[in-house]
């Protein structure tokens, strides 16, 4: 085995804030690793991939839980866990004999938080719950009379918080967290909220103007430098975020006509939509971090490739989750878009060169993802995906400044 592929997954609070990330890995061929009583060759991979990449590149500060093998959680094979970092996460795969039953109690008392991991109710833990700090529930895999006897049974432990797994829509969100659900994970966030249907309200109306304002082709310097004056928090949003460290800029700017003269008018109408992006209420943070890290990694790819003109690379990364942070269909934003149709296109149906790296970045955010199409090594997406990330982070941290 000689690939492996790390991707992240956000675990939400009740108020849709990002708390924690769930660690995934997958071969090169976007299976499972397996662990077994033999596992140490794929702990001694996962353990030299997490240090290739670095666990602070892929979760910053957040606490990260992961799935193990029998071999290292009976001490059998080392990896390099940081027990303030590194939530355990206890698989329904895992045999839980009285071995790791008492190597799992010795991982608790020694700092490391214990998640049950998709193990259902009553089954024999061997005295574990005490040293059990959360549960998971596949909540797309239970009928409702099911979830409901697994919320009595778990209630029986009230030190236990529950995350509902696999929620795939802000409808099934709005109805755990009303079943008391603690945390949330499923890709509920990515996906439009089809009972909003397509009428705008006042703040995602005016995002919406101001990007047709700001693509608009025959726009000029003067009059981009016209709109962003006209919002003044639009243009002090885009001098702090130029001035961040996220760029890095040997010199500061104190006018928007210094910004347009550095950036240029291409690349400027591509942060104005970032900044206008950014600021579409009752959205959760994460959503703009997806927006970011995926126009990030599309450019980067885009790179190493040697493709051409990457700023169209960063746009369309960018702008697909336009339909789902405006709350309408991806067919409806465009035709009030004044894009071009090589991005319309990508946008829309995936076509193209730019549609073919968007899917790539999307399948791989989906883990899903193979080498096959870009013909790059699982060390260099890897390394492309922990980039875009810190980018992100970096990025998200100076437009909430």
């Excluded at 990260?64 to 698989?91: E, W």
């Excluded at 020694?110 to 833990?125: N, V």
């Excluded at 002090?236 to 240029?264: E, H, M, P, Q, W």
Aim: net charge negative; charged share 20%; hydrophobic share 45%.
């Amino acid at each position: 085995m000689a690939q492996i592929y790390v991707i992240r997954k956000p675990i939400f609070d009740r108020n849709l804030k990002t708390v924690y990330y769930e660690l995934l890995y997958r071969q090169g061929n976007c299976q499972p690793l397996n662990f077994g009583d033999g596992d140490d060759e794929v702990s001694a991979l996962l353990s030299r991939t997490l240090i290739e990449i670095g666990l602070e590149r892929i979760a910053g500060q957040r606490l990260v839980f992961m799935n193990l093998g029998r071999n290292f959680i009976i001490g059998k094979t080392t990896m390099p866990l940081d027990k303030a970092r590194m939530g355990l996460q206890i698989g329904s795969e895992l045999d839980i004999d009285r071995d790791i039953a008492v190597s799992l109690q010795r991982l608790s008392q020694a700092g490391y938080p214990l998640i049950l991991d998709r193990i259902m109710l009553p089954q024999d833990l061997s005295g574990l719950m005490k040293y059990v700090t959360m549960a998971k529930l596949s909540v797309c895999e239970l009928e409702q009379t099911e979830l409901l006897d697994q919320l009595s049974l778990f209630a029986t432990f009230p030190h236990v918080q529950l995350i509902a797994h696999g929620v795939s829509t802000r409808r099934e969100f709005e109805i755990y967290r009303q079943l008391g659900f603690h945390y949330f994970q499923g890709p509920f966030l990515a996906k439009r909220n089809l009972a909003v249907g397509y009428v705008l309200d006042s703040n995602r109306a005016n995002v919406l103007r101001l990007l047709a304002q700001v693509q608009d082709p025959a726009v000029s310097v003067d009059g981009l430098e016209e709109i962003i004056r006209a919002d003044a928090d639009l243009g002090v949003k885009l001098l702090r975020y130029i001035n961040s460290a996220t760029f890095n800029l040997a010199r500061k700017f104190n006018s928007i006509r210094d910004v347009i003269g550095f950036l240029g008018l291409k690349q400027l109408r591509v942060w104005v939509s970032l900044i206008v992006l950014s600021g579409v209420q009752n959205q959760s943070t994460e959503l703009t971090s997806i927006a970011l890290v995926r126009g990030k990694m599309c450019e980067l790819l885009a790179m190493r490739l040697s493709e051409s003109d990457i700023g169209r690379f960063f746009a369309v990364g960018l702008f697909s989750v336009m339909d789902v942070l405006l709350e309408m269909p991806m067919a409806e934003v465009l035709k009030s878009l004044p894009l071009s149709e090589e991005i319309k296109a990508a946008l829309h149906h995936h076509h193209g060169r730019l549609g073919e790296i968007l899917v790539a970045v999307t399948e791989y955010e989906q883990i899903r993802f193979t080498n096959n199409v870009l013909g790059l090594s699982a060390i260099e997406i890897n390394d492309i995906y922990a980039e875009a990330l810190v980018w992100a982070e970096g990025s998200l941290a100076a437009l909430q400044s």
